[in-house]
């Protein structure tokens, strides 16, 4: 456990020390926390921010330089780390046991089924969450979150990168862990109760190099940064807590420009704009800022979820609200430079019911190669709360009433109906769909995604 104004709130009751730091300096702040259990996961940090700026900053530096002189080595483990460590053990070895046991070539498909379960060739649900693709020598990788353990009451947010193979995009191949979690240090990024979120993966044309980003949400809000020699690895962590503007960061994509080598990063930027910046030449870092969009919106209107995409001389920019794992409405954007600014050309999504980009949430979007076709990558992260526009309109007006009380209003019901709904601590992912549509563009240039049931890329 690393003790900082990072940690997360719920941390701190495992260390006398700790909380009575925390209450020489935010006196009388654990009893109001009390009242609102899902504050235990914030950061100290963000808990401040959330207050209004009421504190001032030398507090909270001093509360820092304090916890900071509890990292020593019999406090690096806490005990309910310890019981984690055990736990996770236990469950690698059975995992290991079951992976072996599993047939091949059980499964065949097609076709891709939007919203249906989605199953590799051995028959075993694909765990390739806030995913992305990466094409190479003929075949299609998949790659993304293992959710596999995630069931919302273990704690485990990722079990790992998972990475499957294609080539004809219905009937993946398995090719297990390409970054496996760190069990034995509570406090490596890649330990399964952080947050892991939505790896990209580039190759550096100046180094020859694969490197992975991976986002981390939550208290850490943190970039990490791997490298590897071959896309399906090892990979090998080069950089870790890395903040560009020394912000917090959101939901990320990244692409490249495969004429001149550039490479950009378009990212969360701490909740506030969606912020568009160059990467160093050997993709290891983002060197300047190019452009900001949708900035100042409070949510749920602020921008995450970015994915790009190029086409027709245009650069696409698709994004979706904030709402955690409820979905929302998306938004599409262009530029005709990865520089921006990009000009909103509004939902995507046609003929929509759900109000909710067809309860989905886009981690990417890639180009099928050799066709003038592109598809949008999608998860369905609850399956058992789809939402239709009824309900669309009062998360919208529930959350948006806390920022603008004169603007939007909710009813007592509507909020309770708001608390009710599953959060990102106790939503079993381990059973989310994912929803793949193609997208087309209209005699404006701009990007449509209708609903299909199914759909084969020879049909586009």
């Known amino acids: 456990m690393k003790y900082s104004i990072d940690m997360q709130i719920g941390q701190l009751s495992e260390n006398g020390d700790a909380v009575a730091i925390f209450d020489k300096y935010l006196p009388g702040v654990r009893g109001m926390i009390t009242k609102n259990p899902q504050s235990a996961g914030l950061s100290i940090r963000n808990l401040v921010k959330y207050m209004g700026g009421k504190i001032p900053a030398s507090v909270l530096e001093g509360m820092d330089a304090e916890l900071q002189k509890l990292n020593t080595p019999e406090n690096r483990i806490s005990p309910s780390e310890k019981r984690q460590i055990a736990l996770f053990q236990e ?26 379960p989605w ?20 075949t299609y990788y998949w790659y993304g979150e293992n959710k596999e353990f995630t069931d919302g009451s273990n704690g485990i947010w990722t079990w790992g990168i998972r990475m499957y193979a294609s080539q004809d995009l219905y009937n993946w191949t398995d090719l297990g ?17 952080k947050r892991v979120d939505r790896p990209h993966i580039l190759k ?5 190099k694969y490197v992975c980003w991976i986002k981390l949400s939550g208290a850490e809000a943190t970039f990490v940064i791997l490298e590897a020699d071959t896309l399906t690895g090892p990979y090998h962590m080069v950089r870790e807590d890395y903040r560009p503007q ?50 100042e919106l409070h949510p749920p209107f602020t921008r995450e979820g970015p994915a790009l995409f190029e086409a027709n001389g245009f650069k696409y920019l698709l994004t979706s609200g ?12 262009k530029s005709l430079t990865w520089d921006g600014p990009f000009e909103s050309v509004g939902n995507p999504h046609v003929n929509d019911p759900s109000n909710a980009s067809f309860n989905s949430q886009i981690s990417k979007i890639f180009r099928v190669e050799g066709k003038n076709l592109w598809i949008a990558m999608a998860d369905r992260w609850v399956v058992d709360f789809l939402v239709d526009a009824k309900l669309a309109d009062i998360f919208t007006r529930t959350i948006a009433s806390r920022y603008e009380p004169d603007k939007y209003q909710a009813t007592e019901t509507e909020k309770q109906l708001m608390a009710g709904s599953p959060s990102l ?7 989310a769909d994912y ?18 049931d199914s759909w084969s890329v020879g049909n586009q």
């Open 322 to 333: 904030m709402t955690g794992y409820i979905p929302n409405q998306s938004d599409a954007a």
């Open 246 to 295: 020394g912000r917090n960061v959101g939901d990320f994509d990244l692409i490249c420009n495969e004429e001149t080598g550039k490479a950009y990063l378009y990212y969360d930027k701490d909740h506030q704009a969606l912020t568009a910046m160059e990467l160093a030449e050997d993709y290891l870092s983002a060197k300047k800022v190019l452009s900001e969009q949708y900035a």
């Open 425 to 431: 601590e106790t939503a079993n992912t381990s059973i």
């Open 204 to 208: 550096c044309p100046a180094t020859g």
């Open 119 to 138: 199953y590799d060739t051995s028959g075993q649900r694909i765990q390739a969450h806030g995913g992305a693709v990466f094409y190479e020598n003929g």
């Open 435 to 452: 929803v793949w549509l193609p997208i087309t563009l209209d005699e404006a240039g701009e990007p449509k995604i209708e609903w299909q």
């Open 91 to 116: 469950m690698e070895s059975d995992w290991r046991a079951k992976e072996k046991a599993v047939p091949a070539n059980v499964h065949h498909q097609d076709a891709v089924y939007p919203g249906q």
């Open 177 to 193: 862990l390409v970054i496996p979690p760190v069990l034995d240090d509570p406090d490596s990024p890649l330990f399964p109760t």
